[in-house]
């Protein structure tokens, strides 16, 4: 299967976390910004993308407490390629959804910030 074909599976199977944050997230509800969700980054496929601020969001479930080195690593590439990347843990999402999406505020502010 194809990075697209595999992008547009999992958008399909969403994760119920994923579309917790998806539904904050969707149709310009976080300032204004258009995220994109399930999107294709060569080699990989982000969580959560705005790309007209270059900001990928990425939700952990407990199997990622084993793959730290290849979360890492994937970050440092995307980095690399100009993205911000910010991860949250999907109990972080469940628990505490006003902090998660304030902390998606503040990088969004950050990033703004930076360009004016």
Known sequence: MNLTNKAK?????????????????RNRNLSNYKFRRQ???????????CLELKLIIELDGGQHA??????????LFLEKRGFKVIRFWNNDVID???????????????????VE
Request: charge should be negative; charged fraction near 30%.
């Open 9 to 25: 599976s999992l958008r399909k199977n969403q994760t119920d976390v994923e579309q917790l944050l998806w539904k904050q997230l």
């Open 96 to 114: 505490n959804p006003t902090g998660v999406l304030e902390a998606i505020r503040l990088a969004v502010l950050e990033i703004t910030e930076k």
């Open 66 to 75: 084993n793959r730290i080195n290849y979360d890492d690593q994937r970050s």
């Open 39 to 49: 999107f294709p980054i060569e080699p990989y496929i982000a969580d959560f993308a």
